[in-house]
């Protein structure tokens, strides 16, 4: 079983930052897959950015030149960090670890930007 904690969420202004975090239980933090996704009132969960165990990094669209994911293996934990924020990067916030066959969500962190 491995646990999610996410923090770091806030209201900030557009055009702000933001850095999120999450910290992850087990041993086997550096082989997860960890991703960020988010998820605005009304709308369906939408992925933010990803990292691999070989710190490759994935993005859509929307957070390419916005948004950096990495990782510390040493601390267990994954960042996000966000700059330029606007107004639709409103939403909650949430890590996800996928390892061997399972997929596991942290609580989720809300942003809110307020323009």
Known sequence: QVQLIESGGGLVQAGGSLRLSCAASGRSFSSYFMGWFRQA????????????????????DSAKGRFTICRDNAKNTVSLQMNSLKPEDTAVYYCKARFETNNYWGQGTQVTVSS
């Not at 709308?43 to 950015?49: G, I, P, S």
């Open 41 to 60: 009132p009304g709308k369906e969960r939408e992925w933010v950015a990803s990292i691999s165990s070989s710190n490759a990094t994935y993005y859509p």
